[in-house]
C-alpha cells in the first residue's frame, strides 16, 4: 500500500492528513502534519516502538528547505517533532548528516555536544553505509534548526531580541547558501 499526504500530488491506495493512523509492519503509526519544506507533508510516529519516519522535514542535524516563506509554519512542525519523547529514533528522508555537523559547527564552533557528535559520526562513518538513526535527545542537543528559542543559539547569529521562527528563518537562509 501506498499511504501519501492528502491533498499532494502525489497520489497513493490512501491519503493521509494529521491526526490519521496507519497500520505497517505491525505497527500503529501516528500521522503527524509537519508541513512547511512543502504544503502537505507528513511524518509518521510509532509510540510503542519509539521511531518517527520524518521524511524531508527533519534531518540529522538539519530540516529540509523551506518553500514559499513558510518559516513560521516550518518552525512550528520542527518544534512537533522535537516534542516527541526523547529516546524516538529518527530515520529521515535523506542524508546530509555530515554538512548539516559542519553547518552547525560553523555556527557554533564551541559547541561541546556538536563536536562530540561530529568526532563520533566520522570515526563510525562508512562509505556508501548511511548513518544509524538519531534520537531526538540528541537532535536536540545538536541540531540547529530545533534550537532556535535558545539564547545561545540566538547569541551565534546576532539575533537575541528576535523570536524563534525569526532565527529559524536566517539559520535556514544560511544553510541554504552556506
Same mark, same amino acid.
Given at each position: 500500500?501506498?499511504?501519501? #499526504?492528502? %491533498?499532494?500530488?502525489?497520489?497513493?491506495?490512501?491519503?493521509?492528513?494529521? %491526526?490519521?493512523? &496507519?497500520?505497517?509492519? !505491525?505497527?500503529?503509526?501516528?500521522?503527524?502534519?509537519?508541513? +512547511?519544506?512543502?504544503?502537505?507533508? &507528513?511524518?509518521? =510516529?510509532?509510540?510503542?516502538?519509539?521511531?518517527? =519516519?520524518?521524511?524531508?522535514?527533519?534531518?540529522?542535524? !538539519?530540516? +529540509?528547505?523551506?518553500? %514559499?516563506?513558510?518559516?513560521?509554519?516550518?518552525?512550528?512542525?520542527?518544534?512537533?517533532?522535537?516534542?516527541?519523547?526523547?529516546? /524516538?529514533?529518527?530515520?529521515?528522508?535523506?542524508?546530509?548528516?555530515?554538512?548539516?555537523?559542519?553547518?552547525?559547527?560553523?555556527?557554533?564552533?564551541?559547541?561541546?555536544?556538536?563536536?562530540?557528535?561530529?568526532?563520533?559520526?566520522?570515526?563510525?562513518?562508512?562509505?556508501?553505509?548511511? #548513518?544509524?538513526?538519531? /534520537?531526538?535527545?540528541?537532535?536536540?542537543?545538536?541540531? #540547529?534548526?530545533?534550537?532556535?528559542?535558545?539564547?545561545?543559539?540566538?547569541?551565534?547569529?546576532?539575533?537575541?531580541?528576535?523570536?524563534?521562527?525569526?532565527? =529559524?528563518?536566517?539559520?535556514?537562509?544560511?544553510?541554504?547558501?552556506?
Amino acid at each position: 500500500m501506498v499511504v501519501a #499526504p492528502a %491533498g499532494a500530488r502525489l497520489h497513493g491506495d490512501r491519503a493521509v492528513r494529521g %491526526g490519521d493512523t &496507519v497500520e505497517a509492519a !505491525g505497527l500503529t503509526l501516528e500521522v503527524l502534519d509537519v508541513a +512547511g519544506h512543502t504544503d502537505h507533508d &507528513v511524518a509518521f =510516529f510509532s509510540r510503542e516502538a519509539e521511531l518517527a =519516519f520524518t521524511g524531508d522535514t527533519l534531518f540529522l542535524c !538539519g530540516c +529540509g528547505r523551506v518553500t %514559499g516563506e513558510r518559516w513560521e509554519q516550518m518552525w512550528s512542525s520542527l518544534c512537533r517533532l522535537r516534542d516527541l519523547p526523547p529516546d /524516538t529514533r529518527v530515520y529521515c528522508g535523506h542524508d546530509y548528516t555530515l554538512e548539516n555537523l559542519d553547518f552547525a559547527l560553523h555556527l557554533q564552533p564551541d559547541q561541546p555536544a556538536v563536536q562530540r557528535r561530529r568526532a563520533d559520526f566520522t570515526a563510525a562513518a562508512q562509505p556508501g553505509r548511511a #548513518p544509524a538513526p538519531s /534520537t531526538l535527545a540528541e537532535e536536540r542537543a545538536t541540531n #540547529p534548526f530545533l534550537r532556535c528559542d535558545t539564547p545561545e543559539l540566538a547569541a551565534a547569529v546576532d539575533m537575541a531580541d528576535e523570536p524563534p521562527a525569526q532565527i =529559524f528563518a536566517q539559520i535556514r537562509r544560511m544553510k541554504s547558501s552556506w
